[in-house]
């Protein structure tokens, strides 16, 4: 019964490389994010989708491109993978995504650990 | 830029004490202000949230938060050894939520 899960949690691979990481959540919430975490734990969001429409793009490399089939997935897709890429990146859900009040409280999936030999 | 800056410590408090973390914010703007802990190896998990200026009370947490100063801080009352982590504050103004770097906290018997 986990809220919000990802896979793989941990992926090694070399450069150059295409990797995708899956994000489901079972809340019923209608915004999914995708922040990355380096080495320094410095937490940064990539990307937000609200009910599969994106609604944050963050200055993100076009390498990397979010899907979301429907409002409880949200996949991330890197291509032609760099060694500064290696990261944890974190899927989090929320209910709303506006500018404030109850419902903005984010709910973070268990990470995947992105290793770029 | 829209910066939420916090110490990063470590915090060192002995056990039964009280812990003060504190963040300020740069976006006059921002509305929603969270507060999340985060073990080593784990992902951020939500401890309180505020949206009015005042203190805000669950349990052995307080948050406390001060528009006009740009100002939130949490407080943690009885520290326990298993409250060691790193608390990562939230700031979130338009669509995009800002986290800080986050303040080590080491509760030590």
């Known amino acids: 019964d986990t809220a919000v899960s990802q896979t793989p949690k941990y992926l090694v691979t070399q450069m150059g490389n295409d990797k995708s990481i899956k994000c489901e959540q079972n809340l019923g919430h209608d915004t999914m994010y995708w922040y990355k975490q380096d080495s320094k734990k410095f937490l940064k969001i990539m990307f937000s989708y609200n009910n599969k429409e994106l609604i944050i793009n963050e200055t993100v490399p076009n390498r990397f491109s979010p899907k979301s089939p429907d409002k409880a997935h949200l996949n991330l897709h890197i291509n032609s993978l760099e060694l500064g890429d290696s990261a944890v990146y974190f899927c989090?859900?929320?209910?709303?995504?506006?500018?404030?009040?109850?419902?903005?409280?984010?709910?973070f999936g268990p990470g995947t650990r992105l290793t770029v030999l | 830029q829209k910066e939420v800056e916090q110490n990063s410590g470590p915090l060192s408090v002995p056990e039964g004490a009280i812990a003060s973390l504190n963040c300020t914010y740069s976006d006059r703007g921002s509305q929603s202000f969270f507060w999340y802990r985060q073990y080593s190896g784990k992902s951020p998990e939500l401890i309180m949230f505020?949206?009015?200026?005042g203190d805000k009370e669950d349990g052995r947490f307080t948050a406390q938060l001060n528009k006009a100063s740009q100002y939130v801080s949490l407080l943690i009352r009885d520290s326990q050894p298993s409250d060691s982590a790193t608390y990562l504050c939230?700031?979130?103004?338009?669509?995009?939520?800002?986290f800080g770097r986050g303040t080590s906290l080491i509760v030590h018997p």
């Open positions: 505020i949206y009015s200026n």
């Open positions: 939230a700031v979130k103004g338009s669509y995009i939520p800002t």
């Open positions: 989090a859900s929320s209910q709303a995504s506006g500018l404030a009040g109850v419902g903005n409280e984010q709910f």
